[in-house]
């Protein structure tokens, strides 16, 4: 499956972003698809999570109650919607798509599929 995250951009701080994450091939079926960010000199960070075929949505909680997952069935696309973004939120945002086990869903190792990532950046 190929992934393609955009919606990336500019926003001041307060403001909120929607980004979007596209699936190409074949259907996301029994996988997860995480939301994972990148600042500079930093390692990947997990931000959200769910399994296609579940319900539970599982967030970090720095971004928990700011950030919102959700879902369109028909496009194969995923959203992050951002709010009251801060800088400390600016990075390369991606999605991915894999096989975790609960409880590795937040380990970017555990996803084998990476869109190219969409730069947020956030000005105070």
């Known amino acids: 499956v190929q992934l393609q995250a955009y919606g990336g951009g500019l926003v001041q701080a307060g403001g909120s972003l929607r980004l979007s994450c596209a699936a190409c091939g074949r259907p996301f079926g029994d996988y997860a698809v995480g939301w994972f960010r990148q600042a500079p000199g930093k390692e990947r960070e997990f931000l959200a999570a769910?399994?296609?075929?579940?319900?539970?949505?599982f967030y970090e909680d720095s971004v928990k109650g700011r950030f919102t997952v959700s879902r369109d069935n028909a496009q194969k696309t995923v959203y992050l919607q951002m709010n009251s973004l801060q800088p400390e939120d600016t990075g390369v945002y991606y999605c991915?798509?894999?096989?975790?086990?609960?409880?590795?869903?937040?380990?970017?190792?555990?996803?084998?599929?990476w869109g190219q990532g969409t730069q947020v950046t956030v000005s105070s």
């Open positions: 769910f399994r296609w075929s579940g319900s539970r949505i």
């Open positions: 991915a798509s894999g096989r975790p086990i609960l409880s590795q869903i937040s380990t970017a190792s555990q996803y084998h599929y």
